[in-house]
């Protein structure tokens, strides 16, 4: 199994600033992804995390806007840039790929909103 | 594909009844399905998986059945619960994609009342 940890948990943060999160696995993982879940919603897919270059966005999803660096094959960030309240929901991290498991499993997630 | 609305459908359950909780996947060409429960304020966690050339699997009071005729997946849980209230994802794999990949469902909240 893979253990995933977020930071932060939880912010509260003005319209128009940004605010990276960080993903960290306790074991190298091959893919690392971002999702997005607003309240009361399920779970959307942001980007692949790619390791040593740019990462590959889904529909709607763009660079500008999110960008995310995996240096390496156990940690991820993703940056909210130029966030407004829309922005206001939870991101989780995930990896897949860990040693002698095909599941794909999730941190705690980072909960944001925005004022 | 995003899903959308507001409310989830929800399960309502006694103490020790057997829950079932259903998923209509969107597309035919899937091949791998999860289901995963999302406790208040954490992350899914993995329940139980199934690919598309089995129509089920049994786990510990968990069992998963898959009929692509009507793409509907299903999960079965045995002897509820208060531990199993949560909500409910079903996510899929398109074929020819990563397996980390997933389209999610909507999600279903199960309550299982003492």
């Given amino acids: ?115 | 594909g995003e899903s959308v609305g507001l409310h989830l459908p929800t399960l309502s359950v006694q103490e020790g009844d057997n829950s079932i909780i259903n998923c209509a996947y969107s597309n035919s060409a899937s091949d791998y399905f999860i289901w995963y429960k999302q406790e208040s304020g954490k992350g899914p966690q993995f329940i139980i998986d199934i690919r598309s050339n089995m129509d089920k699997r049994q786990g510990q009071r968990v069992t998963v059945l898959l009929n692509k005729t009507v793409k509907h997946l299903s999960l079965q849980i045995a002897a509820t619960q208060p531990g199993d209230s949560a909500v409910y994802f079903c996510a899929e794999k398109r074929e020819g994609t990563s397996y980390g990949k997933l389209t999610f469902g909507q999600g279903t909240i199960l309550t299982v009342h003492p």
């Fill in chain 1, 1 to 115: 199994s893979a253990v995933i940890s977020q930071k932060p948990s939880r912010d509260i943060c003005q319209r128009g600033t940004s605010l990276t999160i960080q993903c960290q696995v306790d074991s190298q993982v091959t893919m690392m992804f971002w999702y997005r879940q607003q309240p009361g919603q399920s779970l959307t897919l942001i980007a692949t995390a790619n390791q040593g270059s740019e990462a590959t966005y889904e529909s709607g999803f763009v660079i500008d806007k999110f960008p995310i660096s995996r240096p390496n094959l156990t940690f991820s960030t993703l940056t909210v840039s130029n966030m407004s309240p829309e922005d206001s929901s939870i991101y989780l991290c995930s990896g897949w790929g860990a040693p002698g498991t095909d599941t794909q499993y999730f941190g705690p997630g980072t909960r944001l909103t925005v004022l």
